[in-house]
């Protein structure tokens, strides 16, 4: 069994930072792929960013490439979304995901946690 738990989330003014967490458990995740997707009110799920586990190449949409970097912590079994230089189109629930390699299509994701909301004022 894997969970995930993201935190972090909150309300940010435009072109400011804001970090999300996502805590993992259940199961060894050196082999897995983690991700973040997200989601605006009335609209689908968005790739946001993806990595393996073990590191190396990532992955992240265009609308957010330049501003947002995923990263891990593996003594804490947590990944982060750094997001900088916000801007309202942001605004989302940020979900952290993980699966067996990384996909850009939501359903193809194995394991979800519940998400955080982020909200980005103008």
């Known amino acids: 069994q894997v969970q995930l738990v993201e935190s972090g989330g909150g309300l940010v003014q435009a072109g400011g930072s804001l970090r999300v967490s996502c805590a993992a458990s259940g199961r060894t995740f050196s082999n897995y792929a983690m991700g973040w997707f997200r989601q605006a009110p009335g609209k689908e799920r968005e790739f946001v960013a993806a990595m393996r586990w073990s590191g190396g190449n990532t992955y992240y949409a265009d609308s957010v490439k330049g501003r947002f970097t995923i990263s891990r912590d593996n003594a804490k079994n947590t990944v982060y979304l750094q997001m900088n230089a916000l801007k309202p189109e942001d605004t989302a629930v940020y979900y952290c995901?993980?699966?067996?390699?990384?996909?850009?299509?939501?359903?193809?994701?194995?394991?979800w946690g519940q998400g955080t909301q982020v909200t980005v004022s103008s």
């Open positions: 995901v993980a699966g067996s390699m990384v996909v850009l299509t939501a359903r193809r994701w194995d394991y």
